[in-house]
């Protein structure tokens, strides 16, 4: 069984910066991982997702403003979000997909007051 312990969310100013961490159980580098988030009445939607023999996936909406990278020697991947605004507001869910199973986090909560 996959656990993912998520790290990093809090309460930040429109143009602020954060960044969020994930860290998974074992050694699960060769894996899909990366974060969706869901804003309140809104569905869930893929922010970023990284491979390590793709290219990184971003949302448009912050293409320019998040970065994904891992750290596969400690099975962490991290979301560094810069110039954040209000409709950034979301909690943060971070995931791993293992052949054609998700794993999920339990979320961590990121709040952009303008």
């Known amino acids: 069984q996959v656990q993912l312990e998520e790290s990093g969310g809090g309460g930040v100013q429109a143009g602020d910066s954060l960044r969020l961490s994930c860290t998974a159980s074992g050694s699960l580098s060769r894996y899909h991982m990366g974060w969706y988030r869901q804003a309140p009445g809104k569905q869930r939607e893929l922010v970023a997702s990284?491979?390590?023999?793709?290219?990184?996936n971003y949302a448009d909406s912050v293409k320019g403003r998040f970065t994904i990278y891992r750290d596969n020697a400690n099975d962490t991947v991290y979301l560094q979000m810069s110039s954040l605004k209000s409709e950034d507001t979301a909690v943060y869910y971070c995931?791993?997909?293992?052949?054609?199973?998700?794993?999920w986090g339990e979320g961590t909560l990121v709040t952009v007051s303008s």
């Open positions: 990284s491979h390590r023999f793709i290219r990184p």
């Open positions: 995931f791993l997909r293992q052949f054609t199973t998700t794993y």
